[in-house]
């Protein structure tokens, strides 16, 4: 009790109140109560709860004297648009309040006596009264009862109708426009109006695009609503804008609605016809009838209705005559037939160009497109050789393999009705073959011109067409000579005889040697290759005619003879060719003899000597004789002619041996000379 309100007699432990107490300030006090005996250290305590009750000494008090509230005028009956609120300091009933309205009202507002709510009892929305004021009494419930009145120091509740925002703003302008694309910038399109049934700030409306102006190109002035262009405005790009307008108003919380307005932008014939292509390329087949097909061009003009009416044309240029133009549907067509042989092409690169021309209807603006028109080929062409036959020559010497002529043929077609193939439809002995793509005619086997020196074949060309003639060349090859063949002998061992004492260029024997080659190859020359040291022969060197260069003498030919009286030549055949070849044969060449030679003795006399006692029948000497000459010419026959008459010696008359026939008598006869001849 540090406030001093109680008191307490220390010998009985009365407690007693000093001071007025107050309910309101402290309704419980705790008292801490110590006894203690004499001087005794030892005490005791204890607590005392002491309540304070209450009396109804304190009225109820508003917080606020006056107050303002606003409603809305719409707020249904038994809506709460108010809470007064009183408090009372007592407790329990004292503490209690009711509420009423002391102020006299068209029974518009109720109060709840116990928790002060005041409602609507009815709508107010008719009502011309846009504020109340209503006092408020606050009584407890004490006994007797204390009163507040608002109208003396308690609250003054003034309740204010207003309108509230409950009305969105309703568009009444058309959802709909229409602009021409060549006006200016800041061009007035169209007038936005949204009202509003609110008051005030409520009914305000301004203006704003939500959407669909991306490209700024329109600008709304958000009071009054004009809609006007901010950039200039291009049909072609874009001929259609939806723009999602609001209406809003300035309640709080605001209120919208919302529009879309579409802004069709209408077409000024302000553009160009464009073809889709600029250079077209198509093809037509040769030989069709007129009338033919060839393309559809197309133009677009980015115009509307009227504006984009295109005409199409063929504008003047090389070959526009053998084409017509469908004026509306741009359809290309041939007025003749086309031949891809004559003309394959309408430019030098073989490209048709075509200049197309797509005017608007009653314009003179156009444009322009190239069309790259190619003939296709019809195989309606056959092959044909340059020359209706060649003659060339090759050496027989050629490789295996070898080229020796390129053949072409021509055909005016395309592509493959003019690719060419070649072949040979004759036997060439297994000589010859053809390429069948290059027509390059090669050689397949070694030639021979001594077996075969000319060759004629027949080379066809033809293309893949079935039904069209084939073309053919007729083919002479000559086998040109390589000298290949040396010139042979009919012999190789001749044999020939001439009388010894013959004149001089006196023929022997002709011999001849074959030469397979021809010309200058197979053109022989003879000559004496040896045995002719001396000169004695000579041959004719185109007839092959072998002579004596001088007069033989058969007796006179030892050195040179193989046997007796006879010469061995050597013969050499050559070619003319280069180089030259040659063959050799050997002609044996014997002189015959002419008796022109006498025997000769060895010795022109002999002698002898004998005892004349020798025996008869004894051989007393030979007698021998040469003659040069040969055959029966060189036959010896001995005979003696005298110095033996009396028939003492026997001559034998071919081998010239001398016997002894009678016995010798010294003293007779002391000397014989006997004469012999050899004959």
């Given amino acids: 009790d540090p406030q001093g309100r109680f008191s307490i007699d220390p010998q009985f432990g009365i407690i007693r109140s000093k001071k007025q107490l107050d309910h ?42 006056s107050d303002k509230v606003t409603i809305s005028h719409t707020q249904p009956p038994g809506t709460a648009v108010y809470i007064a609120h009183a408090e009372d300091k007592d407790s329990g009933l004292n503490g209690a309040i009711k509420y009423s309205i002391a102020s006299k009202q068209p029974n518009t507002f109720s109060i709840d006596p116990s928790l002060g709510v005041v409602n609507l009892t009815r709508t107010v929305f008719a009502d011309k009264q846009q504020e109340y004021t209503l006092h408020i009494a606050a009584e407890d419930c004490g006994s007797p009862p204390l009163t507040s009145s608002l109208t003396l120091d308690s609250l003054a509740a003034k309740i204010v109708i207003l309108d509230i925002n409950d009305n969105s703003p309703s568009f009444t302008s058309s959802p709909l426009s229409y602009v021409m694309e060549d006006v200016d910038v800041g061009f007035l399109v169209h007038r936005i109006i949204a009202k509003d049934p609110d008051e005030g700030r409520n009914g305000q409306v301004t203006y704003h695009i939500l959407s669909g102006n991306e490209n700024k190109a329109f600008v709304l002035d958000k009071i009054t609503g004009l809609l006007s262009t901010a950039r200039l405005l291009d049909r072609e790009i874009q001929e259609r804008y939806s723009l999602a307008v609001m209406a809003l108003d300035d309640g709080s919380p605001a209120l919208s609605a919302t529009q879309v307005l579409t802004v069709i932008v209408l077409d000024v014939n302000d553009e160009t016809p464009i073809f889709l292509k600029q250079l077209y390329e198509t093809a037509v087949h040769e030989n069709q009838d007129p009338g033919e097909f060839v393309i559809k061009v197309e133009a677009v003009d980015r115009d509307a209705g009227l504006n984009s009416l295109l005409r199409y044309e063929i504008l003047p240029g090389a ?36 200049s197309m021309s797509a005017c608007k209807m009653g314009s003179e603006d156009g ?20 020359k209706t036959q060649y003659q060339i020559s090759v050496r027989e010497d050629l490789e295996e393999g070898s080229a020796i002529l390129d053949l072409f043929a021509s055909d005016k077609d395309d592509g493959l009705n003019g690719e060419v193939t070649y072949s040979l439809v004759d036997d060439t002995f ?78 022997i024997i002709q011999v001849f040697a074959t030469d397979l080659d021809s010309g200058l190859n197979g053109e022989t020359e003879y000559s004496i290759l040896s045995g002719n040291e001396d000169a004695r022969f000579l041959i004719d060197s185109a007839r092959g005619i072998l002579a004596t260069n001088t007069v033989l003498d058969h007796e006179n030919t030892s050195s040179y003879r193989e046997m007796a009286s006879s010469h061995c030549l050597v013969l050499l055949a050559s070619d003319r060719g280069t180089p030259s070849l040659n063959s050799t044969a050997t002609v044996l060449i014997t002189v015959l003899d002419v008796n022109d030679n ?25 007698v021998s004789a040469n003659d040069c000459d040969a055959g029966t010419n060189a036959k010896i026959t001995y005979a003696m002619i005298s110095g033996n008459d009396r028939g003492h010696f026997r001559l034998d008359e071919k081998t010239g041996s001398v016997d002894l026939m009678k016995t010798l008598d010294y003293e007779d006869t002391m000397k014989f000379t006997l004469i012999v001849q050899a004959t």
């Fill in 367 to 386: 444009s322009t497109a190239q069309l790259y028109l190619a003939v296709l080929d019809e195989n309606d062409h056959n092959p044909l050789f340059a």
């Fill in 430 to 507: 297994g000589a010859f073959a053809v390429d069948s793509v290059t027509g390059s005619i090669v050689t397949t086997k070694a030639l021979d011109r001594e077996t075969k020196s000319q060759y004629t074949f027949r080379a066809v060309a033809s293309d893949c067409s079935t039904h069209l003639p084939r073309s053919t060349t007729v083919m002479t090859v000559l086998i040109q000579d390589v000298n290949d063949n040396v010139p042979k002998f009919q012999q190789s061992y001749y044999k020939a005889s001439v009388w010894e004492g013959q004149s001089p260029k006196t023929d």
């Fill in 319 to 354: 070959g526009y005559e053998k084409f017509k133009m469908n004026s509306d549907s741009g359809e290309l067509v041939t007025t003749a037939s086309l031949d891809r042989e004559t003309q394959e092409v309408f430019s030098i690169k073989g490209n048709c160009e075509i």
């Fill in 24 to 65: 309101e300030t402290q309704s419980v006090v705790v008292l801490t109560v110590q006894s203690q005996l004499g001087n005794s250290p030892v005490y005791s305590s204890t607590q005392v709860n002491i309540s304070v009750i209450d009396i109804n000494d304190n009225p109820p008090v508003f917080l606020t004297k």
């Fill in 598 to 622: 006498p025997p000769v003795f060895s010795s022109p006399e002999h002698h002898i000597h004998v005892k004349e006692s020798i025996p008869v029948g004894s051989h007393i000497t030979e």
